[in-house]
């Protein structure tokens, strides 16, 4: 199974290019932390800071630009910036664990020649936790028996 799409691939590609401040949650990091599962979408957590936004004005997409008044509005806006098309989720928030930490306890995976920050796993437990799906759960007890890799 691939790990990433793609679109997901030539995304993380010019984040990491354009030295955005990122981090995979959701599904994709529980894939990349054992529990390899199908996925409707890819969720990065984007530090807020205005100067690590603003980068985003930079991103070289075939299929997505953003405008500085787009990245203006998401400053002032709590609400995630969401491409369902693409199945993409840009969020600068957590549910639970604060984002500081999500950041500096971060690992990275290297995944088809790409080193891909990750949130930790005992950090998207917490997080899954937190939201509890019928889905979320069901990683946490995944995640819960997977071996460290």
Request: with cysteine; aromatic share 4%.
């Amino acid at each position: 199974m691939q790990s990433f799409k793609d679109h997901e691939q030539e995304l993380l590609k010019e984040l990491l290019m354009l030295r955005v401040n990122f981090v995979v949650i959701g599904g994709a990091a529980v894939g990349l932390h054992g529990h390899r599962r199908d996925r409707k979408d890819l969720d990065i957590l984007v530090s807020p800071e205005d100067e690590n936004l603003d980068r985003l004005v930079d991103l070289d997409l075939t299929w997505r630009t953003f405008r500085q008044r787009d990245i203006d509005d998401w400053k002032v806006s709590s609400e995630a910036i969401q491409m369902p098309i693409r199945g993409v989720d840009l969020l600068k928030s957590t549910c639970s664990v604060p984002i500081e930490k999500v950041f500096s306890e971060r690992v990275i995976f290297e995944v088809e020649g790409l080193s891909i920050p990750t949130i930790s796993k005992a950090h998207l437990i917490t997080e899954k936790r937190c939201t509890a799906t019928e889905t979320d759960l069901t990683d946490v007890k995944a995640l819960e028996g997977c071996k460290k890799i």
